[in-house]
């Protein structure tokens, strides 16, 4: 069993820039890592996915200001976040999917506020 765990989320202004960090129980190695996020009244969202060889995928919504990455030494992925935008306002969890796909474990998530 994986546990995840998030941090770097809080409050900013519109423009401004966050990095969330999610940190494994154990490696994170051969393992998909991804951020999702869900906003109030709304679906849970895909935001961005990495694999194992540093393959990227990102939400249209984002491309462009958001940056996934990931640290298998340290079992940490990380989304850097610019400019952000109200609508970016969420709940950001992280998500380890085996490869397979015979499994997936989430984080307990972290809030993310863009307010003046």
């Known amino acids: 069993q994986v546990q995840l765990v998030e941090s770097g989320g809080g409050l900013v202004q519109p423009g401004g820039s966050l990095r969330l960090s999610c940190t494994a129980s154990?490696?994170?190695?051969?393992?998909?890592m991804g951020w999702y996020r869900q906003a109030p009244g709304k679906q849970r969202e895909l935001v961005a996915t990495?694999?194992?060889?540093?393959?990227?995928n990102y939400a249209d919504s984002v491309k462009g200001r958001f940056t996934i990455s990931r640290d298998n030494a340290k079992g940490t992925v990380y989304l850097q976040m610019n400019s952000l935008k109200t609508e970016d306002t969420a709940v950001y969890c992280c998500?380890?999917?085996?490869?397979?796909?015979?499994?997936?474990?989430w984080g307990q998530g972290t809030q993310v506020t863009v307010s003046s």
């Open positions: 990495i694999t194992t060889g540093s393959r990227r």
């Open positions: 154990g490696t994170i190695f051969g393992i998909t």
């Open positions: 998500r380890a999917e085996d490869p397979s796909g015979s499994w997936v474990y």
